[in-house]
Structure formats: C-alpha cells, structure tokens
C-alpha cells in the first residue's frame, strides 16, 4: 500500500505535499493529557507500550496530518545505556550522574547490548504497525532518535543548558574524550534506529536538536560526520526506508555547502530561509519544513506562511512541517487549520 508520506520522502509524486509536526502528540492535545495523567508522569507515558501506541495515533485523528512519529523520548537511549533519568518539574530531565571522566564512559552499556534494553519502544512500534495496518488509512509511521551531539550534551550537562559550556569545554580542552562518548552513543543508535525499522517503522528521524551549539567550522567534526555514520548504516541495510535529517540552527553550514551523506530528506528549521535550503540542497534532499511555529497562534500568519513556502517549493521534493516542535499553548484548530492549508494549496 503506497503512503503519501513516504512517497514524497523518496520524492515520488504524490496528490499533495503531505504534512506532519514535530511535537504532534503533545501537550497541546487535552486527548494527550488525559493518556498522560493515566500514565502517571511523563517517562511512565514513554515506558507503556499501550498508552504511548495511543498518544502517537491521537494526531492522526484529531489533526488530519499525514503520517504519526513514534512517542518517545530521545533520553531513553542514555537512560539504557545506564545513566539514571528523572523529569524534574520545572526542571526537565536530569541524570543523576554525569559523564566527566574516560572511566564513566567504559562504564555505560554500548551497542546492541543497550540497544536491546529498549524493548518498551519496540513493542511501541509492533502495536502501532498492527494498529496502522488495521486502519488501511495509508499513514506513515516515523521512528526516531536524537543525534549523538544532542545526547551527548545531555549526559555530559546532566540536564538542559542554555551555554553548552561543560560540553563545549571538553570540547576543546578534550577532543579525544567527546569523540570517544560520540562514538560509543553512535554504535548504540546505529542498532537502536535498525531494531525500530525492525518493529515496523516506515520512516526515521535523526534530530540534532543542539546543532547550534556547535561553532559552523566545528560542525562536521562533532555531530555531521555522526549523523551521516548512522545514515549510512541505515540505508545500506535498509535502502527502502528513508531517512530524515534535522540539524536544528545551522544555516551558516548550509550556506556553504557542507551538507552530505546518502539520506533522503533534509529538515530545514524555522531560521534558514527555504529559498536558500532549496538552492543549496534541492536537487539532493527532499526539503522538510520550515514554518516558525509561533505562527500557529494566528491563522492569518498561518496561511500567509504556508503559500510562501508553496510558492518557493511548488509542491516538488517538498514535505510541509513547523520548523522546530508546536509548543503546548497553541489552539488545536490552530494545528488543524495548517494541516489543511498545507492540503490545500499543494493540491495537484
């Protein structure tokens, strides 16, 4: 059965520019926070195969949009890899631990064995795939992960930051261990990604939420040549599951044509004006975005929005979605007002 989704990733014609948003299944949703209140807190939401299968479909159905990503969360890989995880309120996720030292690194699970220990996201994925398949509806389903830079950050912070200054410190002071955390993280989502294909996504996303911490020249060396590692991993195993790149923040690496590596479809944030991600990268990548998601709280914005990048993609190698995640606080027939819009003035 042909899914509009995928269809347009592997840039194949498709009746209009199918759409999705990062964030879907969220707080915005009053259907998302009754599941949630059921689970009890967020990370009892991500370890329930059962209600985290519900949430993801919830989209599909109350939005209209084209194709679900799988709930989660992209903390769980270092959560399984033996770093103890708490969402704090008002806070965030934290780890008790962070990784400081060569020894705290040999001290993590790594590869298939922390891979394996995932298995709550998997049985996610199969429930999904019966639930999809029942619905013959042609939607798509997106596994994902972060990239290993943004995880990184996470473990060696211990939580969210605003300088990035623990990490980035290490960054120049010691390469050599940062490497050796992002190549362990990398052989972990390498496997991680390959077992979600497995359960029966369709599509994958490797967001680098954190990309712009990270100075342009620096870029390749400690997130690109990551992502493109694990890409390539994919696509040589599994050439018929496209691959979604989202580097959030670096329309400077991307204006100098630093962007490589064999995946299928390029996320462009809300800061890097389509025009040029289109001229730089349209004839290699499907263009994913890059509507700046502040514009859901007016609908005029909205649609105002919308026909721009229409009028720059013109419906070809192009997936409509927000350019970074909807925030909590917007109206859900805001959210479903885009998604139509997007059907609309992409319609063949």
């Known amino acids: 059965m042909s899914k509009i989704f995928v269809d347009a990733c592997l840039r194949k014609p498709t009746p209009y520019t199918p759409v999705w948003m990062m964030r879907q299944a969220g707080r915005y949703l009053p259907e998302y926070m009754a599941v949630r209140a059921k689970a009890g807190n967020f ?27 799988l709930f989660s969360d992209i903390l769980v890989v270092p959560n399984e890899m033996g770093m103890k995880l708490e969402f704090l309120k008002g806070e965030g996720p934290v780890f008790e631990k962070p990784v400081v030292t060569e020894a705290d690194v040999d001290a993590l699970l790594g590869g298939e064995e922390a891979a394996n220990k995932l298995t709550y996201v998997y049985e996610t994925i199969k429930i999904l795939r019966k639930q999809l398949d029942v619905r013959g ?26 300088t990035y200054n623990i990490c980035k410190k290490m960054m120049y002071s010691n390469p050599a261990l940062l490497h050796k955390i992002l190549k362990k993280v990398t ?41 493109v590692e694990i890409a390539e991993y994919l696509k040589a195993k599994y050439p018929h599951i496209p691959v979604i790149m989202f580097p959030k923040g670096i329309s400077a690496f991307i204006e100098r044509g630093l962007v490589y590596g064999n995946f299928d479809v390029f996320g462009v944030d809300w800061g890097t004006p389509m025009a040029m991600a289109k001229e730089k990268l349209g004839d290699k990548y499907v263009l994913q975005g890059n509507m700046e998601p502040c514009r859901l709280y007016d609908k005029t914005a909205t649609t105002q929005c919308v026909e721009g990048i229409q009028n720059i993609m013109k419906g070809e190698g192009h997936i409509f979605n927000l350019g970074h995640g909807i925030l909590p606080d917007v109206p859900v027939e805001n959210a479903i007002h885009f998604v139509k819009e997007c059907q609309r003035v992409s319609k063949k």
């Open 43 to 69: 990370l009892n939401l991500c370890h329930n195969p059962e209600l985290a299968a519900e949430v993801t479909i919830q989209p599909l159905d109350l939005v209209g949009v084209d194709a679900a990503i």
């Open 137 to 162: 509806d042609e939607k798509a389903l997106i596994g994902f992960t972060g990239a290993p830079w943004t995880l990184a950050t996470y473990m060696i912070e211990g939580q969210g930051t605003k």
């Open 187 to 227: 052989e972990v989502v390498k496997f991680y990604m390959e077992k979600q294909i497995q359960s029966g996504v369709d599509v994958v996303q490797i967001f680098d939420s954190w990309a712009a911490a990270i100075e342009p020249s620096k870029y390749d060396e400690f997130s690109w040549k990551y992502m």
